[in-house]
Each structure stands twice: as C-alpha cells, then as structure tokens.
T-cell receptor, first 113, second 113 residues
Framework: AQSVTQPDIHITVSEGASLELRCNYSYGATPYLFWYVQSPGQGLQLLLK??????LVQGIKGFEAEFKRSQSSFNLRKPSVHWSDAAEYFCAVARRGGNKLVFGAGTILRVKS | NAGVTQTPKFQVLKTGQSMTLQCAQDMNHEYMSWYRQDPGMGLRLIHYSVGAGITDQGEVPNGYNVSRSTTEDFPLRLLSAAPSQTSVYFC????????????FGPGTRLTVL
C-alpha cells in the first residue's frame, strides 16, 4: 500500500538555526511529491513540489527540498529558521497518473528564541 | 477571487444529528475534495469529485455523502453524526485531475457530543 512517513512528530529548533524535516514514501514508482505548511487555525499552503527534473527544488519562504530516489525521501530544509516558521508541516505524495493526494502525519515545528 | 470558502467555521452537533458542511470555489477548478484532519494522522481523503456530476470515495468515506451539481460547490453531508466524526474538515480544489497545486479552504471544526 502507498504510504508516507514523517518520522518526527515534534521538532524544536532555535531561531536562526538550520532545519531539516524528514519525509519517506513507499510507492511502486516515483510519485509526485509535495510539502505543505499549516499555521495554527489555518488551512494548508503549498511550500514546494517535485514532479521531475532537478532533484533540489526551491519553494516559498526560503524552503527547499531534495528528492533522493535511492532513499525514497523528500526532506524539507531551511538554512535559517525564523520564529514565524513555527507551524505544522505535511509531506504529501500522489501517484503519477492518479488524482489522490496522500498525506503524512505531519511534523510540528517549534522555534525557540 | 475568494479562493476556497467553507462554512461554518465551527459546529457542535449531538450524536445522531445531520448537517451539511458547505464548500465553494470560484477558480473554475474541476477537482474538489474533502479531507478530515485528526491529530497524528495527517489529512485523510473522504470523498472527491473530478467534475460536476462525478464523485468518488476516498480513504474514509463511511458516514459521509457528497454531491457535485455545479463546478463551484461541493457540500459534505453527515447523515447521522457520531463522536468519531469529531474532527477538522478541509475542502480543497485544483485545476484538472493531475496533481497540480491544491488550494485548501480554512477548515470547519466539528465537535459531535
């Protein structure tokens, strides 16, 4: 069965520190890959997506993610975290040719000053 | 454009009551979907529609009905509410059936007593 795993439920980083949020997927072939962010009480906003091509993708708000086929991973990174980045982050995948988006359980990011 | 709108924002029901969660989008998107969000489980797909008059079940459809009489509207009906349906519900839409960016509404927080 298709699945998306975000191993870290909570992560706390200091403001200005670097961030990496992990995402692993289990699919028969390389799926479409997404990262969404949800601020408290809000809906989800797309940070970035990977369909094909360059495996390092740039997104909004200074985020980037790297697709690694050999590790079935799509980890999200940011070189310097701001307090406003505190939110919940969701990795999501969709099978190529399909139309359903499958979400991971989410990682809650806390930023300490 | 208002994007994806959902009403109500909050709702409390008693077990056995019925209600309809409203979702509308003004982007002329073909694809619309409903998710529920529960702590530690990410977002799970309830029902989706690839166009007016066409709906299909997602991962957790039991206890919910949908219809799509217009491109703009995609209401979600709870026929007989149960405490297990206490959740936050998100409606989303996207252009086309391939996994382009999904736009999410602000959510409806539902409590079933």
């Amino acid at each position: 069965a298709q699945s998306v795993t975000q191993p870290d439920i909570h992560i706390t980083v200091s403001e200005g520190a670097s961030l990496e949020l992990r995402c692993n997927y289990s699919y028969g072939a390389t799926p479409y890959l997404f990262w969404y962010v949800q601020s408290p009480g809000q809906g989800l906003q797309l940070l970035l997506k990977y369909f094909s091509g360059d495996t390092l993708v740039q997104g909004i708000k200074g985020f980037e993610a790297e697709f690694k086929r050999s590790q079935s991973s799509f980890n999200l990174r940011k070189p310097s975290v701001h307090w406003s980045d505190a939110a919940e982050y969701f990795c999501a995948v969709a099978r190529r040719g399909g139309n359903k988006l499958v979400f991971g359980a989410g990682t809650i990011l806390r930023v300490k000053s | 454009n208002a994007g994806v709108t959902q009403t109500p924002k909050f709702q409390v029901l008693k077990t056995g009551q019925s209600m309809t969660l409203q979702c509308a989008q003004d982007m002329n998107h073909e694809y619309m979907s409903w998710y529920r969000q529960d702590p530690g489980m990410g977002l799970r797909l309830i029902h989706y529609s690839v166009g007016a008059g066409i709906t299909d079940q997602g991962e957790v459809p039991n206890g919910y009905n949908v219809s799509r009489s217009t491109t703009e509207d995609f209401p979600l009906r709870l026929l007989s509410a149960a405490p297990s349906q206490t959740s936050v519900y998100f409606c989303a839409s996207r252009l086309g059936t391939s996994p382009h960016e999904q736009f999410f509404g602000p959510g409806t927080r539902l409590t079933v007593l």
